[in-house]
T-cell receptor
């Protein structure tokens, strides 16, 4: 059973702060890692992907991957109230396109 | 990306009945999946919808309960059979778009919110 674990939160940060979201995974063969944002009542929306160790930056978002530690994180800089959502970490099954999702971290950005 | 639509967007059904959910994509895609998201939970993969062959089900999901059709590369259906209140959930289809790199991006439809009384 592939496991993807996240702190369910809720995580509250003030507007303008950095939000840090963490995820660990059990399948060492996983190669691709994704962060989805899901607003209440909406379907998940892909915001970041990473497959190499290190950092990947895209605007206010930075994904960090450490395969040795089986750890992936998402940093959101200059957090905005519109970032308030549940963030889902997803990991692919080795050799396939199946995604396994964590339970999600609910983020609230306080104005 | 891809534009994905699902029908119905929501439904309220009686125990013991069946509901078929449709997923339509605006372009041909090789891989389509069906997920379930129960209230307050994350997404759980039900099955991979294979074009021209039987779907591949994940552990805990069986064809008799969740029959899937995939007649072509742009369309799939998921039927929730003999429903019980425990089947109340959001059902999402997703498609994979190849990027030419190591990974493929997966996009989700808007979901079908099912309530079983």
């Amino acid at each position: 059973q592939k496991e993807v674990e996240q702190n369910s939160g809720p995580l509250s940060v003030p507007e303008g702060a950095i939000a840090s979201l963490n995820c660990t995974y059990s399948d060492r063969g996983s190669q691709s890692f994704f962060w989805y944002r899901q607003y209440s009542g909406k379907s998940p929306e892909l915001i970041m992907f990473i497959y190499s160790n290190g950092d990947k930056e895209d605007g206010r978002f930075t994904a960090q991957l450490n395969k040795a530690s089986q750890y992936v994180s998402l940093l959101i800089r200059d957090s905005q109230p519109s970032d308030s959502a549940t963030y889902l970490c997803a990991v692919n099954e080795a050799g396939a396109n199946n995604l396994f999702f964590g339970t999600g971290t609910r983020l609230t950005v306080i104005p | 990306s891809a534009v994905i639509s699902q029908k119905p967007s929501r439904d309220i059904c009686q125990r013991g009945t069946s509901l078929t959910i449709q997923c339509q994509v605006d372009s041909q895609v090789t891989m389509m999946f069906w997920y379930r998201q129960q209230p307050g939970q994350s997404l759980t993969l039900i099955a991979t919808a294979n074009q021209g062959s039987e779907a591949t089900y994940e552990s805990g999901f069986v064809i008799d309960k969740f029959p899937i059709s995939r007649p072509n590369l742009t369309f799939s259906t998921l039927t929730v059979s003999n429903m019980s209140p425990e089947d109340s959930s959001i059902y999402l289809c997703s498609v994979v778009i190849g990027t030419g790199e190591l990974f493929d991006e997966q996009f989700f439809g808007p979901g079908t919110r099912l309530t079983v009384l």
